[in-house]
């Protein structure tokens, strides 16, 4: 009886170590991991486009979005506790997020400029237009017919907020700051 209650012991230890690995439950997705992945993709994304284009086109809403997407994900790092771990684990998630555009000797440079962009900076605006952004990306795809008028809206609103707010200033210098160090254009 010992032995089946021993061997029923460690086949749910296995199950749950081999669970956990498989959802990311434990320190691989904390918080700085998870933001980090999100900020990197953004990144990717905007770098990719950057490329292709020579700048961060404002008019594109994919831009908009994954600006937004940035800024949401550097949010942790403005007012945290226990910033060596926190930011650790937003430089790995970083990394991984971007698809190693962001490599392990340019993953602390980019936290601290993004810290610092956070740090200094009112990003509402830029959030906001990425929720605009998206609502109507989306309500472009459930009506096509309104997609370009709907496309123009944002479009026009995201200049206007681009033009006015130093968020977006701030944002757009701190990202050319960012693609150098990934090789620029």
Request: hydrophobic fraction near 40%; aromatic fraction near 4%.
């Amino acid at each position: 009886m010992r032995k089946i209650f021993g061997f029923i012991a460690v086949a749910a230890l296995l199950v749950s170590t081999v669970s956990c690995g498989v959802l990311g439950i434990g320190g691989s997705n904390s918080d700085g991991s998870v933001n980090g992945q999100a900020s990197g993709a953004a990144l990717k994304s905007l770098y990719s486009q950057y490329k292709t284009d020579g700048k961060v086109d404002l008019a594109n809403l994919n831009n908009v979005i994954s600006m937004a997407q940035l800024v949401n994900g550097i949010q942790g790092l403005k007012n945290v506790d226990d910033k060596s771990k926190f930011y650790g684990d937003f430089a790995a998630g970083l990394i991984l997020g971007s698809n190693n555009l962001v490599t392990q000797q340019t993953s602390n440079p980019v936290t601290g400029t993004l810290q610092s962009l956070v740090q200094g900076t009112d990003l509402t605006a830029i959030a906001a237009a990425g929720l605009a952004a998206a609502a109507q990306t989306q309500q472009a795809k459930q009506v096509q017919q309104t997609a370009t008028t709907a496309s123009n809206n944002v479009a026009n609103t995201v200049q206007a907020i681009s033009e006015t707010t130093a968020g977006v200033t701030n944002t757009l210098s701190s990202l050319a700051t960012i693609f150098n160090m990934f090789g620029g254009k």
